[in-house]
């Protein structure tokens, strides 16, 4: 399917006008920028009318168009779906030692959530914390069955916004080595596997994670945060309704934002499942571990890390106009898919664009990207991979295009669809006249999508009575591998 014909794309370009108009009541949107943007930016994703460059094929003459990404990482199921690829194929050639590795997931209360959504030093801390807990752990455990030495562990986290049912739910899945480095000199690092957790180990892990990050909490400062918050009033609102699991829309403009930052209090960890564990809203799972050899699990598990927050196929429009998310997953009250307004959509999609600047991905330990240990641990590439060209390499055009490459939609745009030849750029076609001159020439839509304006009466007359967003919290670890 094209990409204007996507329910999300459909959604946005004839909601986003309507949904700004509603929430900001005709003055200008109290939205960050990098939120506008981020909206703005994918709807000319992917679009050819909005420039494109022409590549050809020097084996075979196959000439193409290919259309100017966002590269966003909000919900661009294209741009994150490319993302997604990359980082999983990155981690297991590049990245990730043949040896054993455990996921560790860590969700948090919603108060903890709401700040972690605002605050990228919350975030820090909170991960930080998490992962010394769990590095601490394997050490000891390794210490116990004998290891000695000067003992490493190494991990990698994917930072998630993003719940089941597009519920802002900022959360951790670590992948963990599991077992330990034993670093000597005159020699590369020795990898010792530990033996997996108990449940009660899990259990005691989380009450470990629970009370630190209380205790680092109390002494951060939180100006920051606040004044975040306090910059970006109608961003907290649809945050905190969205954490809360409520319906949201601009009908909370104006009124105090309500917070749910509550103190968290130290309790007693309880085992709820295989290796899965809760405490006071913190809930930890680490029953899924990857087999040394389990490459192509590896990647499974990355890319179901680094998956979009929607997937394409999973939205359908409804007859009545509104949109139904199906879930990856049926709850355990039988529910298998939600139902949105388009502007409650819209509502759930933008507090899950992240801050600028901020990465989502972190190395931990021996993988981290300046441990001195990384060289002696990380795959080497095989020497077909080494002796694969990333770029093209004629001098004539490397430089020039190397910036326009790197929007490009598809990299793979430059492999050869008919003879798996280098594809060559030819140029690239930016100016309005030109763009629609050789579109129409060729056959293709030549304008862009238009944005549907805000109408009287309001979009609400479109709701019927079908169920709303209301959801409930999802049984369970909901973000584990199906
Ligand atoms: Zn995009
Ligand atoms: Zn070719």
Redesign the pocket.
Known sequence: MSRRGTVLYKTLQGHWIAFLAEVSGGAEPELPRFVIEEVES?LK??ILANGFLRVVCDGCQENRLVAF????RGF?S??LGRRMCDFAAHLRDRVMPRVPVRQWVLTVPHGLRFRMAFNPDVTGLVLRTFVSVVSRWLRRRARAVGIRGLLKTGGVTVIQRFGSALNLNVHFHTLMIDGVYELRLGGPPIFHPVPAPTDDDVAAIAGAVLRKVADKLAGLDDVAEDAAVAGEPLLAGLASASVAGVVATGARRGGRVGRVVGPVRPGEATVVGRRCALVDGFSLHANVRIAANDRDGLEHVARYLARPPIAADRLTALPNGNVALRLRRRWSDGTEALVFTPAELIAKLLPLVPRPRKHVRRFHGVLAPAAAARSGIVPRPTAAEASKPTAPTGTAYRLPWAALLKRVFLVDALDCPRCHGRMRIVAAVMEATAVERILRHLGHEPRAPTLTPARAPPERDLVVDEPSGDFVDPPGPEDFPA
């Open positions: 994918f994703c992917g990404s966002c590269k966003r661009c294209s741009c």
